[in-house]
């Protein structure tokens, strides 16, 4: 009974994995020039990351996520 129900748990745990996008990109202002410090985060959840020098970001999300983009001193 320990066996199968260890089991059902792995099989599980590895669905929950395979339901993650990686979804990557570019933050730039409107000249084209990257921005530096952006949160990236998704909508909900605790999970998020900042872009890089180069305006860059890479997040594991679940399926139909929406992204936030927060930039402090940057009005839309």
Do not use: H, R, W
């Not at 669905?15 to 730039?28: P, Y």
């Not at 890479?58 to 139909?64: E, F, K, P, Q, V």
Request: aromatic fraction near 12%.
């Amino acid at each position: 009974m320990k066996k199968i129900f260890l089991i059902v748990i792995l099989f599980i745990s590895c669905l929950n994995a395979f339901a993650q996008n990686k979804i990557t990109g570019t933050v730039t202002d409107a000249g084209g020039s990257p921005l530096i410090g952006v949160t990236v985060f998704e909508k909900g959840t605790n999970n998020g990351v900042f872009t890089d020098d180069n305006g860059n970001y890479s997040i594991s999300t679940g399926t139909d996520a929406m992204l936030i983009f927060s930039y402090i001193g940057y009005v839309p």
